[in-house]
């Protein structure tokens, strides 16, 4: 294994562990390793904000995360591959900002990580793009085992509540109350929090949402709607028995890859009901072959 100095020139190493630090680094290593051969850094997993998804954590949730994720390794993109591992979390913590509400009127609260690397020649690369703000936003994967509407409380998909919507003022959205596993955190390109990344060492208050951000968020949930609206209006078509506000109810509790499926599968079952017939038929040509084979 290369291994660098504590000095790149004359300028100290970023990312050096601490004493405290490199001991509960060491339950997840078989040797100890010398604070120089590792990288640290500090990133936030998800937080209390309605995300992109229109999706939050509740307190509760993230509680039970901070203990979940400890151990858990990093990875890029969610893709479970082995040769993907870069990095491991080694502490997790809950903070909450009073001075900081949410888009929901709450108190902003994170679940932060402690995060190592083993520093080499390899590593180097994408320790410069951590240490530039390159590589920076991350997302989670975990396991939920409650979701309530937050207009009723009721579990999400048994009310008649739509996500995205107001009612009597209150946005509604999808909480997240009860975590049962931590998969892994990946690097990603666009997270469902605009929020999760890597922080910066000084202690700096998660940074606010890029330029453009909120025009995407707007573009996402009116993307949503429509293919809500969309799955209802099949629904109709290829179940007439099905109410409207049942198939609403349905449509609410499908996440976006759900209703895409579900509105490919209706499309059929609905032209299967309700059949297209041109009223011009092309007549077919004397001594045509079937060129069917060739067809992509």
């Known amino acids: 294994m290369e291994k660098l100095t504590k000095t790149q020139g004359s300028t100290p190493l970023p990312g050096v562990p601490t004493p405290e630090q490199l001991g509960k680094i060491g339950r997840y290593t078989r040797r100890a390793f010398a604070p120089e051969e590792l990288y640290v850094f500090t990133a936030v997993l998800c937080d209390n904000q309605i995300d992109r998804d229109g999706e939050r954590f509740s307190e509760d949730c993230l509680q039970q995360l901070a203990g979940l994720f400890v151990g858990v390794t990093g990875i890029f993109d969610h893709d479970p591959t082995a040769a993907g591992q870069h990095a491991r979390i ?51 994967s975990c396991a939920i085992g409650r979701s309530v509407c937050s207009v009723c ?122 059949p297209l017939h041109p009223q011009l038929g092309a007549a077919p040509v004397s001594g045509e072959k079937d060129s069917s084979a060739f067809k992509i």
């Open 90 to 140: 080694f502490e997790t913590r809950v903070e909450a900002d009073p001075a900081q509400p949410t888009n929901c009127g709450q108190p902003y609260t994170a679940l932060k990580a402690e995060v190592y690397m083993l520093r080499t020649g390899a590593s180097q690369g994408l320790m410069d793009e951590i240490e530039a703000g390159i590589k920076k936003e991350i997302s989670i």
């Open 153 to 274: 409380g009721e579990k999400m998909g048994s009310c008649s509540h739509i996500p995205g919507k107001e009612y009597a003022g209150v946005p509604c959205h999808i909480v997240h109350q009860a975590a049962t596993d931590a998969y892994e955190w990946s690097f990603v390109a666009v997270p469902a929090q605009r929020r999760a990344g890597v922080t910066k060492r000084a202690g700096s208050r998660p940074e606010a949402a890029v330029p453009g951000e909120a025009f995407l968020a707007v573009l996402g949930r009116k993307y949503l709607e429509q293919l809500r609206a969309e799955c209802v209006r099949l629904n109709c078509i290829a179940v007439p028995e099905l109410s409207r506000s049942q198939a609403e109810s349905m449509a609410a509790g499908l996440d976006p890859e759900e209703l895409e499926g579900c509105v490919r599968t209706l499309q059929k079952a609905a032209g299967r009901r309700i």
